[in-house]
């Protein structure tokens, strides 16, 4: 059964007379590559391979590309359970939506504001990672020296565009640029294995004893935090075709591809060096750029230079990819009355969430323009303690969902084998949950930063929780019958 409280946009208004309505999202626009596209995009393979693998190797060692093999593996038992529940909720704030139907409508709805802060931090971060990499690359280039921020700024506004239009649109800008930074890894690895053959492939790193070393826990941080972005599949559940195959359909092959490929670009980069001395130069100063010296070494300096210019794409994909997950969160909550209604917006011509979008933009430029007043560092600072948090925020919702999904299926499997919906989520929300606590206690290694500092943007995350329990009771207690049909707008089809 479907139950919905939107009415859509009179079919008989004027061209351009009412551009936005309160309707639904655009059905059946999103096929299964278009949301692989969405998902890896928003993983930013280039970017995690050349500035997050080489931290993650200095700090756990030779087992880096086992501990990407093993997150995969983890957050595959999470998808199992996951987009099994994708096929009876389907509903664009997918993480609250199962923690409502799973744990309760208040936790969920507490979950929906710690998933709209979280989402909406990583998209104007990622920007500021492109403002970031786009001046040097500008720099290089013409010898200009432009202010990382009006280059964000830039970035920002292009892709409130992106996300105004049509979603396959966005599908199509994604795939070019995924496409593109593939390559470049590829061609990277092609000549690692041409010039050292089989010396670059050392089998010690798959050896499990190399993740009983001490930094072990700190370098699994940074490689789950890798994978975020692989849960928004289920986010645009109401705009694909054929949800109940396309969605799990996805989500396991960017969970497959990108742990693959994660561990294998990461393995033939510690082949190119040898492990050791991999380890030695990814400790030292020499580390962020182990990517792009390897490129250099052994396909040329051309590569390494197309390596810099395409991680700006890859930044721009990833800024894209996020702003089309936050912005549906924010829909999805005003269309349920939990942020202000104008929020749940639909463009009568493209069937995007208008006003969210403009939202979510606006959002985005007073975060980059407060950077730039504050003369903060756009990587060091306003893109690493954004996504940090954000990260972290994710983390825990899908320790909650996972717990949700066991708790959904705990009296009714609905067809669904005891694998999927029970020990699956039961041991990935074990899983997840250990790690969202170690996140925690090694935070300083995703904000480069200790005490207060990150006190402070620790504490928005309770506090937002906090917030939302706060409502959900507040409507609980004035509108029962309001508080019962919280998540249930275009979400249940048993």
């Given at each position: 059964m479907t139950t919905t409280t939107d009415s859509p946009a009179r079919p008989d208004a004027a061209p351009g007379a009412e551009e936005q309505s309160t309707g639904r999202l655009a059905a059946g626009r999103i096929g299964t590559f278009d949301l692989v596209f969405f998902v890896v995009a928003a993983a930013a393979p280039l970017t995690v391979l050349a500035g997050v693998a080489p931290f993650a190797i200095g700090i756990g060692g030779a087992g880096a590309p086992l501990a990407y093999l093993v997150s995969g593996a983890l957050l595959a038992l999470f998808a199992a359970g996951f987009t099994a529940m994708s096929r009876h909720v389907r509903n664009a704030g997918a993480f609250y939506a199962y923690v409502a139907r799973g744990l309760g409508r208040a936790l969920g709805v507490g979950?929906?504001?710690?998933?709209?802060?979280?989402?909406?931090?990583?998209?104007?971060?990622?920007?500021?990672?492109?403002?970031?990499?786009?001046?040097?690359?500008?720099?290089?280039?013409?010898?200009?020296?432009?202010?990382?921020?009006?280059?964000?700024?830039?970035?920002?506004?292009?892709?409130?565009?992106?996300g105004w239009l049509r979603v396959t649109l966005s599908a199509k800008v994604l795939g070019v640029a995924l496409v593109l930074e593939v390559l470049s890894l590829l061609v990277m690895d092609g000549g690692i294995i041409g010039d050292r053959g089989t010396a670059a492939l050392d089998p010690a790193s798959f050896d499990p004893s190399t993740?009983?070393?001490?930094?072990?826990?700190?370098?699994?941080?940074?490689?789950?935090?890798?994978?975020?972005?692989?849960?928004?599949?289920?986010?645009?559940?109401?705009?694909?075709?054929d949800p109940q195959r396309t969605v799990p359909r996805a989500t396991f092959i960017a969970i497959g591809f990108l742990a693959v490929f994660y561990a294998a670009g990461c393995w033939l980069v510690m082949g190119a060096f040898g492990t050791g001395r991999a380890v030695e130069l990814a400790r030292a100063a020499a580390g962020p750029d182990l990517t792009f010296t390897a490129a250099e070494m052994y396909a040329?300096?051309?590569?390494?230079?197309?390596?810099?210019?395409?991680?700006?794409?890859?930044?721009?994909?990833?800024?894209?990819?996020?702003?089309?997950?936050?912005?549906?969160?924010?829909?999805?909550?005003?269309r349920e009355g939990l942020l202000p209604r104008r929020l749940g917006a639909v463009s009568?011509?493209?069937?995007?969430?208008?006003?969210?979008?403009?939202?979510?933009?606006?959002?985005?430029?007073?975060?980059i323009g407060g950077g730039a007043l504050l003369a903060a560092d756009p990587y060091g600072e306003v893109f690493l303690w954004t996504n940090s948090v954000g990260v972290l925020g994710i983390m825990g919702m899908q320790a909650l969902a996972a717990?949700?999904?066991?708790?959904?299926?705990?009296?009714?499997?609905?067809?669904?084998?005891?694998?999927?919906?029970?020990?699956?989520?039961?041991?990935?929300?074990?899983?997840?949950?250990?790690?969202?606590?170690?996140?925690?206690?090694?935070?300083?290694?995703?904000?480069?930063?200790?005490?207060?500092?990150?006190?402070?943007?620790?504490?928005?995350?309770?506090?937002?929780?906090?917030?939302?329990?706060?409502?959900?009771?507040?409507?609980r207690r004035r509108d029962p019958e309001r508080y019962a049909s919280l998540t249930t707008v275009d979400v249940e089809r048993d």
């Open positions: 979950t929906a504001y710690v998933a709209v802060v979280s989402y909406n931090l990583v998209t104007p971060g990622v920007a500021a990672a492109f403002g970031y990499f786009a001046t040097g690359s500008v720099r290089d280039a013409t010898g200009a020296d432009v202010p990382w921020w009006l280059l964000s700024g830039v970035c920002v506004a292009a892709v409130g565009v992106l993740l009983a070393v001490g930094g072990a826990a700190g370098m699994f941080v940074l490689v789950i935090g890798a994978f975020t972005g692989f849960e928004s599949t289920a986010i645009f559940a109401e705009e694909v075709r040329g300096p051309w590569l390494a230079d197309a390596m810099h210019g395409l991680i700006v794409v890859s930044a721009f994909a990833a800024t894209l990819a996020f702003h089309n997950a936050g912005a549906r969160y924010l829909y999805a909550l005003g009568r011509r493209h069937g995007s969430p208008s006003g969210a979008v403009v939202a979510q933009t606006l959002f985005n430029l007073a975060l717990l949700a999904v066991w708790a959904y299926f705990r009296h009714d499997r609905k067809g669904m084998s005891a694998f999927r919906v029970v020990w699956a989520p039961l041991v990935s929300c074990a899983g997840l949950a250990l790690l969202t606590v170690l996140a925690v206690i090694h935070f300083d290694l995703l904000t480069g930063r200790t005490g207060l500092t990150n006190t402070v943007l620790l504490v928005p995350l309770p506090l937002v929780l906090a917030a939302g329990l706060a409502v959900a009771f507040r409507i």
